[in-house]
């Protein structure tokens, strides 16, 4: 298995202490904990999009374009860019830019997002949220993998002029997996282009995604893409990964505050039936507990999920240094047991994909070789 953290940039008081750290001091954690991740082998790191909410992240590009002039190895992923509110020609242009900063270790998730207020700020109809998600990745493939491109749609204005969106992407249109928390929608979208799916594993019952994820695998058999191909990523609950020495440990330690955050947030429709520690614990999908139980938790749901990609999330209303303490005792307690257990060709030889970085690399090498002479 590989490990993703990922940060949609929440920017909340600890419900506990009341304290709360500035927008700048926030922003500045994500690019240390994306570098402290990459010092711990970590695989990828991504950076959220919300728009709306309690949050700072509406400005993923940026974030991630100031982690790639920190980082040489990690995968930068987005979680997920909003693309049914975004123009696709940004889209191009400004994920191509980070993939060039990076040296080709892009790889876009997209989504409708998980905000409904996202829409009228955009001056969007929330009912075409599906319709205008399928539309613009459409365009925005096309836009990735061909120069001279002409368009028309129904949600944005005619390409009528052949148009090659710059900067080009490093090395060949990045990966695109697609986001799913609620729906059959995204699921479908991702298996009829075969590509890879990333289940938000957030708040529900294990049953409501293994759903998605069994619709998902359906249709990308039917659609008849190479099973080979087919990989999943998988979130870790909400309200942050918490490890202790052992699992009562944890529980006393942080239990106080995942019940307060859980009890602070009142979405109707899309809040968590796991309202106390204990339920979450047992039977919900937050990694909280002694490294054991949270080997056994991400072991338990792989057995369902088959998943390859692990995402984990910190606690970040607690202090910063705790936050690097429990992504060091997760790297170093929790994934070399997982990674023997659950092996995966995701970004190995295997993996068209896989090369895609050192492959990048290389032909950078040989351009400033050329230069030069």
């Known amino acids: 298995m590989k490990f993703q953290v990922l940060d949609i940039i929440p920017h909340l008081e600890n419900p506990l202490t009341g304290e709360i750290v500035s ?37 993923p590009t940026t974030v991630l374009a100031a982690i790639a ?16 509110v975004l123009d696709p020609v940004r889209v191009a242009e400004d994920y191509a830019t980070i993939d060039q900063l990076s040296r080709g ?5 997209i989504g409708k997002g998980n905000e409904v207020l996202q829409y009228p700020l955009f001056g969007l109809d929330l009912a075409d949220q599906w319709d205008l998600l399928a539309e613009k990745y459409g365009l925005l493939r096309r836009l990735w993998r061909e120069e001279g491109v002409t368009w028309s749609g129904r949600f944005r204005a005619p390409l009528t002029e052949p148009t090659t969106t710059t900067p080009r992407p490093f090395a060949g249109p990045p990966r695109i997996w697609h986001g799913s928390a609620t729906t059959l929608t995204s699921a479908a979208l991702a298996a009829k282009w075969g590509d890879p799916l990333f289940t938000a594993n957030a708040i529900q019952p294990r ?17 008849g893409h190479d099973p080979k191909q087919q990989y999943l990523g998988s979130g870790s609950g909400a309200g942050g990964v918490f490890i202790a020495d052992t699992t009562q440990e944890a529980i006393r330690q942080f239990g106080p ?27 919900g999908p937050a990694l909280v507990g ?10 338990s749901y ?14 970040t209303t607690l202090p910063f240094g705790q936050q690097l303490d429990i992504l060091e ?45």
């Open 105 to 109: 270790r892009l790889e876009l998730v």
């Open 290 to 299: 002694s490294s054991e139980q949270v080997i056994d938790k991400i072991l």
């Open 207 to 223: 049953e409501n995604y293994q759903a998605l994820i069994d619709h998902y695998r359906a249709e990308y058999e039917r659609h």
């Open 329 to 373: 005792r997760f790297a170093l307690e929790v994934i070399p047991a997982v990674r023997a257990a659950a092996p995966t060709t995701l970004w190995e030889t295997e993996d068209p994909y896989g090369s895609r970085p050192e492959s990048a690399a290389l032909n950078a090498n040989r351009s400033n070789h050329a230069y030069a002479h």
């Open 69 to 84: 002039a920190v980082t040489d190895r990690i995968r930068l992923q987005s979680g997920v860019t909003v693309l049914a």
């Open 257 to 283: 505050v995942y019940e307060a955050l859980t009890a602070n947030r009142n979405v109707p429709g899309n809040n968590s039936p796991f309202r106390d520690i204990q339920h979450a614990v047992a039977e």
């Open 23 to 59: 927008t700048a001091d926030r922003l500045n954690q994500v690019v240390e904990t994306a570098r402290r991740a990459e010092e711990l082998g970590f695989d990828s790191f991504s950076v959220g999009e919300r728009h709306a909410g309690e949050f700072i992240s509406s400005s």
């Open 302 to 315: 792989h057995s369902l999920y088959g998943h390859d990609l692990q995402s984990i999330s910190l606690p």
